[in-house]
T-cell receptor
Framework: NAGVTQTPKFQVLKTGQSMTLQCAQD?????MYWYRQDPGMGLRLIYY???????DKGEVPNGYNVSRLNKREFSLRLESAAPSQTSVYFC?????????????FGQGTRLTVV | EDKVVQSPLSLVVHEGDTVTLNCSYE??????LLWYKQEKKAPTFLFML????IEKKSGRLSSILDKKELFSILNITATQTGDSAIYLC?????FGAGTRLTVKP
């Protein structure tokens, strides 16, 4: 049971570089999310996708873009990485949007921007 | 502005102690409040609370919601070192900062 799979697990970028974080789920969930976690700040929602074909901004969307490629996959792109984007990124999925259903999380991507 | 506030942010106890973690929320589209446990990596689900006053229990962990006062508590009795983790609450996709619980032998 793969659940939610994120790649890569670790990444170091130079300021100004771009990259895409990949996320795939095999639970046939409708909703997917991208969070970032910084020390002492819990998880903050970057973007979410309530269903295939839709995406919406969360609390901290600036500097990021997303693509809901299909029902399984939801990618997060940093067009021009900044040191402030150094964080641990989690992808999650749930049966439907908002927290009236359990969300399942990937193992996280630790991103360092130097 | 929507917010979820957890307290305390950090807690150190000894094995066998009982702890109470707090979560207050103000969110526009409240449907339920969920608790997660995060050890080294991904958060894992503990409870989902939808109705006021109904306690959810799982072993030594229990949780309850008060929708009038907009808060929830998570209790852990007879704590063990394996309970050491960050405990997160979330309402309407908004997470609190978490409570870091350390249980010493």
């Amino acid at each position: 049971n793969a659940g939610v799979t994120q790649t890569p697990k670790f990444q170091v970028l130079k300021t100004g570089q771009s990259m895409t974080l990949q996320c795939a789920q095999d639970m046939n969930h409708n909703s997917m999310y991208w969070y970032r976690q910084d020390p002492g700040m819990g998880l903050r929602l970057i973007y979410y996708s309530a269903s295939e074909g839709t995406t919406d901004k969360g609390e901290v969307p600036n500097g990021y873009n997303v693509s809901r490629l299909n029902k399984r996959e939801f990618s997060l792109r940093l067009e021009s990485a900044a040191p402030s984007q150094t964080s641990v990124y989690f992808c999650a999925s749930s049966v439907r949007v908002r927290t009236d259903t359990e969300a399942f999380f990937g193992q996280g991507t630790r991103l360092t921007v130097v | 502005e929507d917010k979820v506030v957890q307290s305390p942010l950090s807690l150190v106890v000894h094995e066998g102690d009982t702890v109470t973690l707090n979560c207050s929320y103000e969110v526009t589209n409240f449907r339920s409040l969920l608790w997660y446990k995060q050890e080294k990596k991904a958060p894992t689900f503990l409870f989902m609370l939808t109705s006021s006053g109904i306690e959810k229990k799982s072993g030594r962990l229990s949780s309850i919601l008060d929708k009038k006062e907009l808060f929830s508590i998570l209790n852990i009795t007879a704590t063990q070192t394996g309970d050491s983790a960050i405990y997160l609450c979330v309402a309407d996709m908004r997470f609190g900062a978490g409570t870091r619980l350390t249980v010493k032998p």
